[in-house]
């Protein structure tokens, strides 16, 4: 507890944490007995699980949501602090297995894979950004009734933009005022490097884009989040948090699915559990359908314990086959580089951004996340690496294929080598660096984030023990070509950080000695060195998708194949990656799964 507050003193928030009620409150649990029957279970209250219960039991079923964890913790609800939310009483730490040419200069040469646990799911811990991702990105799955023309209205449906009249006239068409899911932009930081960034992508020829969900998605922008009232808006709040939702939907928390009962015709019946403290077992059953929604690594899991998934896995487990299915195949996540810029800040700041002690470290609002609001979205392809600017000649321009974005830590702070660098996951060669530079300079963070990967990795089974965690492999960078788009990505950091806004603020790229990076007489500028560079600095912006996809493992409607009355919805069922964060693609997924559900039992 005491890194955590450390944690919220470097972030500012410790005069919130304890003052700062939430404007809402959340279900109260039920305590379940053997053999219950609902209508509808739904497993996990995530992104997607939430908004499906939520929609049934609004619309007069019978449902149960199942969550393995609890309420999230009263630090999630301060944008400011999301930082902190590595904390293991609401975050998954997976362990993943390393394929050894990505994250070398992570502990155990291994990828992280955090994932929320809790009410929300991951959207009570992440960076809170509402990026649809393009249009393109649907119509391109070809698969009937999922284009852009038939998923704009669920994103519509839960979206309540509350700061429409900030947006051009032009981004009207495209956003809707009145959703659950109160979003808007984030309190201003008053950090100077926030117009800094900016102005230093359009002195590159990068547009200001004031929407990125709007006519255009390339450009410098100010993310619109998942933020009301100056607090989280996680799917916990905006759905299981309405009154007339907690007068209807029973919510099971602290209760951990182990399972789908299957019968022998292939028809699912309802969900093994372990409830409660002392970890009851139970059996739950639904006499119309159960949904899984308990996320891309958990999902798959669930399927193949119940003889769902890959034969020859399933048959190595000793786990009766009951549909031979690719469930946990195709995973594949947004991997990024870092990049770190220094910079010393000026003493002539206002005193109110100011931290009373002598570091002079920038201090954000409670309702800011600093500079990680500004991102930029871009087709490196159409960026001209002799004259450095941003061309914008052809359609493909339209399309981006890297996302840039950054975190802001703050000079002089002991605190920052134990908590800020260790949640990046950095191995202590690269801790030590960085926290020696931190002493005399602030240090922006810049990630290059290739936005539609073309490595994937796999999910498995560890074991038949259901409270034992998958075994993930996530095999970022096995493909060249993601490489090659890191290379271009940090190549354009590089003009930015050369730009006069850049240079006026002092601020120079931090050059790591990594000592693998440096043989055959490599050169630190070189393509190879950033190639070498790439490997070793890859992170997971933790947004697996693909392991239960529609169109192989699903129908077009979520169901999965050869199992009736089962469904998911999830990131899972995502057949590839957004461009950009699919937080927001994943809700509206569990909003069209809702409907269908409802379209199917009137039929």
């Known amino acids: 507890m005491l890194v955590f507050l450390l944690l919220l003193s470097v972030l500012g928030t410790t005069q919130f944490a304890g003052a700062l009620p939430p404007s809402f409150s959340l279900p109260v649990g039920v305590t379940l007995t053997d053999g219950e029957e609902f209508e509808y279970i739904v497993v996990g209250a995530g992104a997607a699980g939430a908004p499906v219960a939520a929609r049934l ?104 933009l509350q700061d429409l009249d900030l947006l051009p006239p032009s981004s009207i068409p495209y956003h809707n005022t009145t959703g659950t899911m109160k979003i808007g932009f984030f309190e201003d930081s008053k950090n100077p490097w926030h117009s800094r960034i900016i ?55 602290y209760t951990r699915c182990t399972g789908i009962i299957i019968d022998d015709d292939n028809v699912a019946r309802g969900i093994t559990v372990v409830h409660g403290p002392f970890k009851t077992a139970l059996r739950l059953y639904a006499s119309r359908e159960v949904i899984l929604s308990a996320g891309a690594l958990v999902t798959p899991q669930l399927l193949m314990l119940s003889g769902v998934g890959p034969a020859d896995h399933l048959n190595e487990m000793g786990i009766p086959v009951r549909v031979d299915l690719p469930v946990g195949n195709n995973m594949t996540d947004q991997s990024l580089v870092s990049i770190f810029v220094k910079a010393e800040e000026s003493l002539n700041l206002p005193k109110e951004i100011l931290n009373s002690s002598e570091s002079g470290m920038l201090v954000p609002p409670s309702g800011s996340i600093s500079l990680t609001d500004v991102a930029t979205f871009v087709n490196t392809l159409c ?4 004259n450095r600017q941003l061309t914008g000649n052809s359609t493909e ?44 300079y602030a240090l922006i963070r810049m990630t290059s984030v290739p936005l539609q990967p073309k490595s994937s990795g796999t999910v498995r089974l560890a074991s038949v023990d ?44 931090v050059r790591l000695e990594l000592k693998d990076c440096l043989s055959d007489g490599q050169q630190q500028d070189s393509d190879e060195y950033w190639r070498c560079y790439a490997r070793h600095l890859t992170s997971t912006t933790f947004h697996s998708v693909g392991t239960s996809a529609l169109g192989r493992v699903l129908d077009a409607r979520l169901r999965v194949r050869g199992v009736a009355r089962l469904r998911v919805a999830d990131a899972s069922a995502l057949p590839r990656l957004p461009r950009g964060n699919p937080a927001a693609a994943v809700i509206a997924l569990g909003e069209r799964l809702a409907d269908f559900l409802l379209e199917d039992n009137v039929n």
């Not at 960026?383 to 002799?386: A, I, K, P, T």
């Not at 030590?432 to 002493?439: P, R, T, Y």
């Open 57 to 160: 039991a609004l619309a007069g079923a019978s449902v149960l949501l199942v969550e393995a964890g609890g309420d999230p913790d009263p630090i999630s609800w301060v944008p400011a602090a999301f930082v902190a939310l590595a904390n293991p009483a609401m975050n998954y730490q997976y362990k993943t297995i390393s394929n050894n040419v990505s994250c070398l200069s992570s502990r155990n040469r291994a990828c992280q894979a955090r994932r929320g646990k809790g009410l929300g799911g991951t959207t009570s811990i992440n960076y809170m950004m509402y990026v649809r991702g393009n249009r393109h990105d649907f119509d391109e799955l070809n698969i009937t009734g999922w284009s852009w023309k038939d998923m704009k209205p669920y994103f519509l449906r839960y979206e309540g």
């Open 199 to 253: 102005d230093g992508y359009e002195a590159l020829n990068f547009p200001r884009n004031p929407d990125v969900n709007g006519i255009s998605q390339i450009g410098v922008s100010r993310i619109i989040g998942y933020t009301y009232g100056n607090e989280r808006m996680s799917t916990a709040r905006g759905y299981l948090g309405r009154d007339d939702v907690k007068r209807k939907l029973k919510v099971a928390k």
């Open 383 to 386: 960026y001209d690496f002799v």
């Open 397 to 440: 321009c339209e399309l981006p294929t890297t996302q840039f974005y950054n975190l802001y830590i703050g000079r002089g702070l002991p605190v920052v080598e134990q908590v800020i660098f260790r949640y990046l996951g950095l191995d202590d060669s690269v801790v030590n660096q960085l926290s020696e530079v931190s002493k005399n």
């Open 466 to 509: 259901p409270l034992q965690a998958p075994v993930i492999f996530p095999n970022y960078l096995s493909d060249d070509r993601d490489l090659e788009e890191m290379v271009r990505g940090i190549r354009i950091i590089e003009h930015l950080i050369e730009t006069t806004v850049f240079k006026a603020a002092g601020a120079s790229l």
